[in-house]
């Protein structure tokens, strides 16, 4: 009888600190992951994760935003918040980290807010056409992006899982051995309608990619304009593009919804 395959070690608890008004998620010491203000829960504090929202640019109204990842919760807070007419689906794989929703105040599942504790990639796999207008994924590890989500079947699986016009932002750090082999599979599952706002968010490369909407091979006007006009530039440098995200913001908190 042959001996059974070892399994992986078990991964480290992440780590939550507070510190006044702060309350982080770590899974290594000194690699923040989610931030959050105790006074104002719903706020995005990281530079990376007020850049995913950009994709409002692309797809300012969804019905359905599915997510990769669920960390901190500060995606969900917000979308739930300012996207009050969306659906959330939250795919996360560890269980200890959905475990902590309660510390970093993510609201309870409801009618619009499903977390599911599951592997993105094979549930991606799995789903159907066109299952969500938006597509965020920022899955990390300890180790950094896990292969499976960037690898060229998982990009095919998000666009097919995006309705036609529907957009993903992608997070990726560009010092990753494999981001560029990962830009250019995303490229590729997206027939080239992919683009980005230079220095947004430091080392975080958010890339917004957009399924072509029904009959049509050319990309959006707004993403065309960005990655052609301004040639994935945005305003021209990092400063004026975090200035952007944060108009961008404030456009979403304050902007008015149908009822």
Not at 102 to 113: E, G, I, S
Not at 179 to 191: E, K
Request: net charge positive; aromatic share 6%.
């Amino acid at each position: 009888m042959s001996a059974a395959p070892d399994q992986p070690p078990p991964l480290p608890p992440p780590i939550v600190s507070t510190r006044g008004d702060r309350r982080t998620l770590e899974f290594t010491p000194g690699d923040i992951q989610s931030e959050m203000r105790l006074s104002r829960p719903d706020a995005l504090v990281l530079p990376y994760a007020r850049a995913m929202m950009c994709f409002a640019l692309l797809a300012p109204r969804p019905r359905h935003i599915l997510m990769v990842g669920l960390g901190g919760g500060s995606l969900v807070k917000f979308c739930h918040r300012h996207f009050p007419h969306a659906r959330i689906t939250v795919l996360e794989v560890r269980a200890d980290v959905i475990a902590l929703r309660t510390q970093f105040q993510v609201p309870p599942d409801d009618a619009r807010l499903c977390v599911l504790h599951c592997d993105a990639a094979d549930w991606l796999a799995r789903a159907g056409t066109g299952e969500a207008d938006v597509l965020l994924v920022d899955g990390f590890d300890a180790a950094g992006l896990p292969p499976a989500l960037a690898s060229a079947s998982f990009y095919a699986h998000c666009r097919r899982a995006l309705r036609p016009g529907g957009v993903l932002a992608a997070n990726i750090f560009t010092y990753d051995p494999g981001y560029v082999t990962a830009v250019q599979r995303l490229q590729a599952a997206f027939d080239g309608q992919v683009c980005w706002l230079s220095g947004i968010a430091g080392n975080n490369q958010i890339l917004l990619a957009q399924r072509a909407a029904h009959g049509k091979a050319a990309p959006g006007r707004t993403l065309r304009f960005l990655r052609d006009t301004m040639r994935n530039r945005g305003l021209g440098a990092a400063l004026p593009n975090r200035l952007l995200a944060r108009l961008l913001l404030a456009w979403l908190s304050w902007r008015p919804h149908p009822g």
